[in-house]
């Protein structure tokens, strides 16, 4: 049985005192590292994994978009890129572009180039420079992707979202186009080792736009309802179910 999101408060201040790493700063080309990956590893991965990509003609083809979704496992972050057509850009841990060694090198070459940002997240200042990197991002006309739950599902069941999502939307007004990731955690359960063969598919809803709280970011039950309603657009293209309640405190239970 699915329970619907209800109302609460949480408020996020920021900061503009954060940048775009430049690597990412130069515009999206058909000679971008992000092209090659997605020439190379992407046949491979349609293969492994059946990619199956649904509504993803609903994404605008130019300017400031947010993509939201699920977050099943680790490999999310690797297919989302895969199956747009135009680069996404998004946050990531900095342990993913720091690690020692050949594998380690490989890893940070891999998600800077498909679009991945390196933030150290942990604390309240973590949060501030994930929101305003995704800030800058979009105000440079580009699209970001976002998992409003905030870390990856417990158990395969959808939690409650962050409104860091609203904010991001209120603020730059860029729509926001909900997507459903499935399969992806019966590949790599746990979200550790190497994924096993299987079919993934990722699913596209129609763009949410709430130009009708424009000036409202500041608003905890404005926030709430503009993430609410985005995390029931996920359910619903998901078919999970969903806990009131955040992932973290599931996990710290």
């Known amino acids: 049985m699915c329970i619907r999101p209800r109302a609460a408060s ?3 201040t920021c900061t503009d005192s954060y940048s775009i790493p430049r690597h990412l700063q130069t515009p999206e080309g058909p000679l971008s ?26 994404i605008p083809g130019d300017g400031p978009v947010i993509l939201a979704g699920n977050h099943l496992t680790f490999i999310d ?4 890129p895969l199956v747009c057509d135009r680069q996404v850009f998004f946050i990531g841990k900095d342990e993913y572009v720091t690690g ?22 942990d604390g309240a ?16 006309g580009r699209m970001f992707g976002i998992y409003p739950e905030g870390t990856r599902s417990p158990d395969g069941r959808l939690y409650r979202g962050r409104t860091g999502i609203a904010r991001l939307t209120l603020m730059t007004g860029a729509p926001v186009v ?3 990731m499935i399969g992806t955690d019966k590949l790599q359960p746990g979200g550790t080792g190497l994924p096993r063969p299987g079919r993934v598919t990722v ?51």
């Open 10 to 12: 949480i408020v996020l």
């Open 33 to 58: 590292r992000f092209a090659l990956i997605k020439a190379v590893l992407g046949p491979i991965m349609r293969l492994m994994f059946r990619l199956r990509a649904e509504g993803a003609e609903r």
């Open 77 to 80: 972050s690797m297919i989302l």
């Open 100 to 121: 020692k060694g050949l594998k380690g090198r490989l890893m940070a070459w891999f998600f800077t180039g498909v679009g991945m940002i390196p933030v150290d997240r």
């Open 125 to 140: 200042r973590g949060g501030v420079a994930a929101l305003m990197t995704g800030r800058r991002v979009l105000e440079e």
């Open 178 to 180: 909900p997507f459903a």
């Open 203 to 253: 699913r596209f809803g129609e763009p949410m736009e709430f130009s009708r709280y424009e000036g409202m970011d500041r608003d905890r039950y404005v926030l709430r309802a503009v993430t609410d309603s985005v995390m029931t657009e996920v359910m619903r293209l998901s078919g999970q179910e969903y806990v009131d309640m955040y992932a973290t405190k599931a996990k710290a239970a």
